[in-house]
């Protein structure tokens, strides 16, 4: 069977990363996959998007590191055999298992070009930002299959993966994707929200809305047929074996068949235990001690035969009070701002994370980050001390960009407690490539690989985050959490930065 060549992935993933433009994104996406063998285009629409079909492969710096290949001159390498050198990987375990691998990398390295063996580093540890999400990938399979986009998310939304329904619109039209529907035990792409500053904007922007609490927790979508069930993670891993007591719950629920929308979270007493802990509990299975594990449901998406992701979340939350009785999500309707604040306050108070504003009208829209969900939480900022900067790679090629970012120990040297590339311009971009070298102290290779340019402590940034946790990854014992840059702050000097301390007591 005929397979493409993989440089052309690797052109058109570098190709997508070097625009800033959605619209030249979704052309280079379409017209690359419009002339694809039909063989190879479950497996192109993974690479893209940055993730292998067939999931997390294991495979960390390490072992990409030990593969000693010089790059071919000749470009020879097909999707089929990349795709089939990930599938052997997934086979491999026990003890040498990590000789192997290399082994098994160093023949596919062997045949990559320079570009090649460059994309598939980073594919193979997760590290692919080439700007080719979610989102963007479901309007490029439209443009290739000259199908509306709104029927391929849709398709995909319901089959949880866009490479199938990819190779369904290539290959089979519209009509197979208008066939695609909900499947009770399939799981189903969930909803995301966008953000707002605070909950009486939210309401007033979206009008009577349900105002529930946001738990930091795990977010869990459960199957129920007769007593089959599945419990899926919002990455849609199956987890089903990690949550008995939830699969008795939801068999115990007064209906045949189900599809559930909710949270997961440890509470220790009426107190959330923080969301590191959970989730470090949750891969390691070990439930913490005196703590009881709490389920919530905030939506529903089919009830006995019944799709409701058409229905509006008024009527849907109907039908999910008549499932899960107390455990549905806190929460009120309100089309008052100021109430709105109130229950913000309230959520907040009681050590969540904040709140989910979701306009009553609304359908569930799976697999979207749409403007009628909302979520709101406080804003927290640090003043911190750059210490580096990453070289950039793909779009940001030739700017200094990802920060590294210390904040003030008792000693008044600088501890660092996380990275962040997020919300930087690239005005802010090539600034700091003209001004950081300025303030060089050395230029070394990382561990990881990233070229990295250390500073004098010189420059402080503000720092917006939504918390930090304990993390050994940096000296400080924390790491933040979804930082982005705010703003430099030149009024400002090194000692003004806020100090270790004052970030270790955000995660407590």
């Known amino acids: 069977m005929r397979s493409s060549l993989f440089v052309k992935l690797v052109e058109t993933s570098a190709a997508v990363a070097a625009t800033s433009s959605r619209k030249d994104k979704t052309a280079l996406i379409g017209g690359y996959l419009v002339g694809l063998p039909a063989g190879d285009i479950v497996a192109a629409v993974a690479f893209l998007t940055g993730e292998p079909r ?113 190779e369904l619109a290539l290959t089979e039209g519209r009509a197979a994707l208008e066939a695609v529907t909900l499947e009770v035990l399939r799981p189903v792409q969930p909803m995301l929200a966008s953000t707002s500053p605070d909950a009486a904007a939210a309401v007033a922007e979206l009008g009577e809305s349900s105002v529930e609490w ?29 949550f008995p007591a939830v699969v008795d ?35 390691q299975e070990t439930p913490p001690e005196g703590a009881a594990l709490d389920v919530r449901f905030f939506d529903i998406l089919h009830r006995d035969d019944v799709d409701l992701i058409d229905e509006p979340l008024a009527d849907r939350r109907v039908h999910l009070g008549a499932v899960v009785g107390e455990l549905l999500m806190p929460g009120e309707i309100t089309d008052d701002p100021e109430r709105a604040e109130e229950l913000f306050a309230a959520a907040v108070e009681a050590g969540h994370e904040g709140v989910m504003v979701k306009a009553v009208a609304s359908t569930y829209e799976a697999g979207r980050r749409g403007k009628s969900w909302r979520k709101v939480k406080p804003v927290r900022t640090l003043d911190l001390v750059v210490l580096g900067a990453e070289w950039g790679h793909g779009r940001r090629q030739g700017w200094l960009s990802n920060l590294h970012l210390g904040a003030r120990g008792a000693d008044g040297k600088f501890v660092m407690v996380g990275k962040t590339f997020k919300g930087l311009t690239d005005e802010l971009l090539q600034w700091q490539t003209d001004m950081f070298p300025k303030h060089e102290r050395s230029a070394t290779e990382s561990t990881d690989g990233r070229h990295v340019m250390f500073l004098e402590p010189h420059f402080v940034v503000e720092i917006a985050l939504d918390g930090v946790q304990r993390s050994t990854r940096y000296p400080g014992g924390v790491a933040l959490r979804f930082a982005r840059v705010k703003q430099y702050r030149p009024d400002k000097k090194p000692a003004d930065a806020d100090s270790i301390e004052t970030v270790q007591a955000l995660g407590t």
């Not at 738990?215 to 990690?242: F, Y």
């Not at 559930?260 to 007493?269: A, H, P, Q, Y």
């Open 54 to 166: 067939q999931g997390r492969i294991g495979v960390g710096w390490a072992t990409v590191g030990g593969v000693e290949a010089a790059p071919s001159a000749k470009a020879s390498l097909t999707i089929a055999m990349v795709d089939a050198t990930i599938d052997s990987l997934m086979t491999i375990a026990g003890p040498g298992s990590n000789e192997r691998r290399v082994d098994e990398l160093g023949k596919l390295f062997d045949l990559a070009t320079e570009p090649e063996a460059d994309f598939l580093r980073r594919l193979m540890i997760g590290d692919l930002r080439q700007g080719a999400l979610a989102g963007l990938m479901a309007d490029g399979i439209a443009k290739a299959s000259s199908i509306p986009a709104k029927v391929v998310r849709r398709a995909s939304m319901l089959s949880g993966d866009l490479g199938p329904v990819a």
């Open 214 to 242: 946001k738990l930091d927790g795990i977010r869990i979508q459960v199957h129920r047929s007769h007593d089959d069930v599945l419990i899926v993670t919002r990455n849609l891993n199956d987890v089903t074996a990690r």
């Open 249 to 283: 719950l939801v068999r115990s629920f007064p209906c045949e068949s189900v599809v559930l929308d909710g949270e997961s979270i440890w509470m220790v007493g009426d107190r959330p235990e923080a969301f590191q802990d959970t989730a470090s509990r949750f891969s």
